[in-house]
């Protein structure tokens, strides 16, 4: 009789462990995003420094434009600026090759990401990627000595 009651609340404790545990990772199945849309640092660092190639455009949507070449639209969780990426974006064909990328705080907690990202989704975007930054803008990128856009 005692087993049949430990049973089920041994099942509820390790549940919500397990369910704790998975919450540190950074998973894309419940993002906006899918794995492949992604963006590696030394890729978009490698495609800045050759300029031979296409470049993607580049939207800074968190604390500045610190990656060159990329265009200043501000913090994507305001409402205004969400409205400046829209219109920025409405002025694009949908094949554009699009990156984006905060950098404010750890990827898993970035305020600004998921807005923007959801919004290409929903204006049907078909090349768009998010640059990875796992920490944040300084350590993931300036930090290793990316291109860096040139301030006056």
């Not at 600004?112 to 803008?137: D, V, Y």
Request: hydrophobic fraction near 40%.
């Amino acid at each position: 009789m005692r087993t049949k009651k430990i049973l089920p609340l041994t099942l509820i404790i390790l549940f919500g462990i397990i369910i704790s545990f998975s919450s540190f990772e950074q998973k894309t199945g419940d993002e906006p995003w899918k794995e492949n849309q992604l963006m590696p640092l030394a890729e978009l660092a490698a495609i800045i420094n050759n300029p031979g190639i296409k470049q993607p455009v580049i939207f800074s949507i968190g604390p500045g434009a610190i990656v060159k070449g990329s265009i200043d639209i501000g913090a994507a969780k305001e409402k205004g600026n969400l409205k400046n990426l829209k219109l920025k974006l409405s002025k694009l064909p949908k094949n554009t090759w699009i990156v984006i990328y905060c950098g404010c705080c750890p990827f898993r907690d970035c305020p600004n990401i998921r807005p923007a990202f959801s919004l290409l989704n929903k204006m049907k975007f078909t090349q768009h990627q998010l640059l990875n930054l796992p920490k944040n803008i300084k350590a993931d990128w300036i930090d290793k000595g990316y291109p860096k856009a040139i301030k006056s």
